[in-house]
């Protein structure tokens, strides 16, 4: 089990929001937690010093192209790049530095997955640099992927069979469990144990993490086999209940 640092951006600045708020048609809906007076660089470069790798930068929105740039500057090869990620910009990411592409709303049209813009992705980047983002929200006892800043509902659940089918085009899934982003409530625990259970390729979980003892269910009932980034909750970005030296201390124990 691995930490997995992120840098989520807005409007060109280190954010932590509420992820259910993201709604673009409802602009005074957003709820932000943080906000860095510090730039991108600034935390790649923490992360770089600290060896962690596999995190993302996410770009929500508009305007936050060169933050992701200095970012990958600062830590090239250490970070996976998403947000507004296709088949005519993915190779720009990862000749800038990128470790890996993130896509999700690119590859679904309608609430289902347009397979062919899949294929056409991972024919251009290949499959072992591309990451699918199975973020997701539950619905009648489900948990249904969402796209467009996690506003939008797909027809597509995460089960078994669609875990095993998405994953031959994939390296890793990321998945935010929408719901809780942000919140420091607490885990979507019976996600993080149906991912365990069911998904065949690394898999990193985010969403609700307020603790150190969160991240050690994440690992129980993941089956070891999923990672973890933490979010509002961690003190780097104005979080109370993690100090960013214990998530990364709690790294290198389970890498060790």
């Keep these: 089990m691995q930490f997995r640092p992120c840098i989520d951006l807005h409007d060109g600045i280190v954010k932590q929001i509420v992820g259910s708020s993201l709604d673009e ?10 906000a860095a007076e510090k730039p ?11 060896n962690l790798t596999g995190g993302h930068i996410i770009k929500l929105g508009g305007g936050n192209d060169d ?4 970012a990958l500057r600062a830590w090239p090869g250490g970070m996976q790049l998403g947000g507004g990620v296709n088949s005519e910009n993915a190779k720009f990411w990862l000749d800038a530095g990128a470790s890996h ?8 049209s309608k609430g289902q997955v347009d397979e062919r813009r899949l294929k056409e992705l991972v024919g251009k980047v290949g499959k072992k640099r591309l990451v699918l983002d199975l973020s997701c929200r539950k619905k009648d006892g489900q948990y249904f992927i969402v796209t467009d800043r996690w506003q939008k509902f797909t ?3 995460i089960t ?3 875990l095993a089918w998405f994953s031959s085009y994939c390296d890793e899934f990321l998945i935010h469990a929408a719901d809780v982003e942000g919140k420091c409530q607490g885990i979507e625990l019976d996600l993080v144990e149906l991912l365990g259970r069911y998904s065949p390729i690394s898999t990193t979980y985010a969403g609700g993490v307020r603790n150190i003892e969160d991240l050690q269910l994440i690992n129980q009932y993941g089956a070891g086999q999923m990672d973890a980034t933490i ?22 124990s389970y890498k060790g």
Excluded: H, M
């Design 25 to 34: 048609s409802s602009p005074g809906s957003l709820q932000t937690n943080f």
């Design 40 to 50: 991108s660089s600034w935390f790649a470069e923490l992360y770089r010093k600290d």
């Design 67 to 70: 933050a992701a740039l200095d």
């Design 101 to 108: 592409v993130i896509v999700t709303s690119y590859v679904f």
């Design 155 to 157: 027809d597509v659940t």
């Design 160 to 162: 078994e069979e669609n």
């Design 231 to 252: 979010g509002s909750a961690l003190d780097i970005f104005g979080g109370k209940s993690i100090r960013y030296e214990d998530a990364v201390a709690f790294n290198n």
